[in-house]
């Protein structure tokens, strides 16, 4: 069955730095783009980066640009999420994500920017 399983999240200052990964199985990576999502305590969720299977072409968020960085691993199916100069605003759960006739969805992994 399709999986994606985040891990990476954690607790981090202002100013900081983690990388967030995406471990996908269960179906044919190479065929999908991929996407991370954001959910803030009572927000909805958010687009946050996407990148292609096709030309590895890749999209952010406005509130993103310049600091998130999206790529993928084709040989390792997974997805992994850069992000840079992080702000408390920046505090959510992070999702991975895939449309294939409907969205799939991961368990999500924390991310706090605090000082």
């Known amino acids: 069955q399709v999986q994606l399983v985040e891990s990476g999240g954690g607790l981090v200052q202002p100013g900081g730095s983690l990388r967030l990964s995406c471990a996908a199985s269960?179906?044919?990576?190479?065929?999908?783009?991929m996407n991370w999502y954001r959910q803030a305590p009572g927000k909805e969720r958010e687009f946050v980066a996407g990148?292609?299977?096709?030309?590895?072409?890749?999209n952010y968020a406005n509130s993103v640009k310049g600091r998130f960085t999206i790529s993928r691993d084709n040989a390792k199916n997974t997805v992994y999420l850069q992000m840079n100069s992080l702000k408390p605003e920046d505090t959510a759960v992070y999702y991975c994500?895939?449309?294939?006739?409907?969205?799939?969805w991961g368990q999500g992994t924390q991310v706090t920017v605090s000082s």
């Open positions: 994500n895939f449309f294939w006739n409907r969205n799939y």
């Open positions: 269960g179906f044919m990576f190479t065929m999908t783009g």
């Open positions: 990148i292609s299977n096709t030309d590895g072409s890749t």
